[in-house]
């Protein structure tokens, strides 16, 4: 293989405006020749590529991918231009050998991803696989984020995928005996657990969870609010504060919740009903697009629409 020079690789870069380690490789593919270089990085989509990166992608989809033992599993947002374009298959399937990827090869972050080689090309990196997807569909596509779940010991790994990807929910159970994993029982209480964060949002799973501060800037803006309405500060403290916190509890801790399907119950009475000595441990949500500049739809707002 010909030595490539930095001189080189500069060269290629300011004609093509592709990133340096696509510029060297291709010099090395193509024996230090220039010309042969850049057809290269055309042929691969590449140099168009760079020019469609700096699109804003916030369409796209959430998807989830679990091992058949339910013991592992692999959360991925992935996101590209526009609601058209991740409806192709093109894109479902890049989105699928990443999430495929990701499930295989357990990166610890969205970096290290980027490095790694294929799960089954180790010829290209997973960013080079996202370059020639960004040619291929002819937009901007972006692996935002992802959460791999690992189980230790007994327990399974449960997902709820809404709306073709809009919210994507993970939900890890601890079980006694693993036996359960495979009932049907099991898989209409794991999807029940999976719906309900979808669709209620909860930022935490027990009362337990809740960080102080949080806590303290909940406990703040209840009694500013009620001061500014001319109440007393003792009554505040007294009566209203402590049931405003209650309430804060219930609509923001996954145990607390009232069950969607089932509002005379908490999510923890329905899971003591279900018994078998399940638990859940934890759970991850991601919404499609959330935090990006996009058109702002409320889709918990549709899930509990869906499924009440």
């Given at each position: 293989m010909a030595e490539i020079s930095a001189a080189q690789v500069k060269e290629l870069r300011d004609m093509t405006g592709s990133g340096i380690m696509d510029c060297k490789r291709a010099l090395q593919e193509s024996e230090g020749d220039i010309e042969k270089a850049v057809a290269w990085?055309?042929?691969?989509?590449?140099?168009?590529?760079?020019?469609?990166?700096?699109?804003?992608?916030?369409?796209?989809?959430?998807?989830?991918?679990?091992?058949?033992?339910?013991?592992?599993?692999?959360?991925v947002e992935i996101n590209i231009?526009?609601?058209?374009?991740?409806?192709?298959d093109k894109f479902k399937a890049f989105a699928d050998a990443v999430a495929t990827h990701i499930l295989a090869k357990k990166p610890a972050n969205v970096e290290e991803l980027?490095?790694?080689?294929?799960?089954?090309?180790?010829?290209k990196t997973v960013e080079l696989f996202q370059k020639e997807a960004i040619a291929d569909i002819g937009e901007n596509t972006s692996i935002r984020r992802f959460v791999v779940y690992e189980v230790e010991g007994n327990g399974a790994v449960a997902s709820y995928i809404h709306m073709g990807g809009k919210i994507g929910v993970f939900v890890e159970f601890?079980?006694?005996?693993?036996?359960?994993?495979?009932?049907?029982?099991?898989?209409d209480f794991a999807k029940d657990i999976a719906m309900q964060v979808a669709a209620a949002n909860p930022k935490w799973l027990t009362r337990e969870d809740v960080p102080e501060a949080d806590l303290?800037?909940?406990?703040?803006?209840?009694?500013?609010?009620?001061?500014?309405?001319?109440?007393?500060e003792?009554?505040?403290?007294?009566?209203?504060?402590?049931?405003?916190?209650?309430?804060?509890?219930?609509?923001?801790?996954?145990?607390?919740?009232?069950?969607?399907?089932?509002?005379?119950?908490?999510?923890?009475?329905?899971?003591?009903?279900?018994?078998?000595?399940?638990?859940?441990?934890?759970?991850?949500?991601?919404?499609?697009?959330?935090?990006?500049?996009?058109?702002?739809?409320?889709?918990?707002?549709?899930?509990?629409?869906?499924?009440?």
């Open positions: 990085l055309r042929e691969k989509g590449i140099a168009k590529a760079e020019k469609k990166s700096a699109r804003v992608a916030a369409e796209g989809a959430v998807i989830a991918k679990i091992a058949d033992d339910k013991k592992s599993g692999a959360l231009e526009t609601d058209f374009a991740a409806n192709t980027m490095a790694q080689t294929l799960y089954n090309d180790e010829s601890g079980t006694e005996d693993d036996s359960i994993i495979t009932d049907s029982k099991f898989a303290e800037k909940e406990k703040e803006i209840i009694i500013n609010k009620n001061l500014n309405e001319g109440k007393p003792k009554i505040i403290k007294e009566r209203i504060l402590p049931g405003n916190i209650e309430k804060f509890y219930k609509e923001n801790c996954l145990m607390e919740q009232e069950f969607v399907k089932d509002d005379s119950k908490s999510i923890a009475t329905y899971t003591k009903e279900f018994g078998n000595n399940v638990t859940i441990r934890r759970f991850t949500r991601f919404e499609m697009g959330e935090g990006i500049a996009k058109k702002e739809e409320n889709f918990a707002e549709e899930v509990m629409k869906q499924i009440k």
